[in-house]
């Protein structure tokens, strides 16, 4: 399993306009080919900036969702709406500790 985690940080005017293209795709993402697992996150203290987490079969399954339609639409419009640079990170896990 592949967890990706993207930072994203928005225009502060932008965010509601995220927000609505999050709402109207997030499903279509999450029953794309391969992933398992998607969230949204909001930074605690900046309200603009937004975080996906996401579970992904496989490398491969991530980059095909990448290569698809549904991933470049959502992308352009996603990307005109930075106020900085976005920061992708694909990790697996290693442990998860109980109590």
Request: glycine share 2%; proline share 4%.
């Amino acid at each position: 399993m592949l967890i990706r985690i993207v930072r994203m940080t928005f225009r502060p005017e932008a965010v509601p306009a995220f927000l609505e293209n999050f709402e109207a795709n997030k499903h279509s993402i999450r029953n794309f080919p391969g992933c398992q697992h998607l969230e949204l996150w909001q930074d605690h203290n900046s309200e603009n900036i937004f975080l996906t987490h996401s579970h992904w079969e496989s490398e491969e399954a991530l980059n095909q969702y990448r290569d698809s339609e549904l991933f470049k639409s959502v992308w352009s419009f996603t990307k005109a709406l930075f106020s900085e640079k976005p920061q992708a990170f694909s990790s697996k896990k290693l442990q998860e500790v109980g109590k």
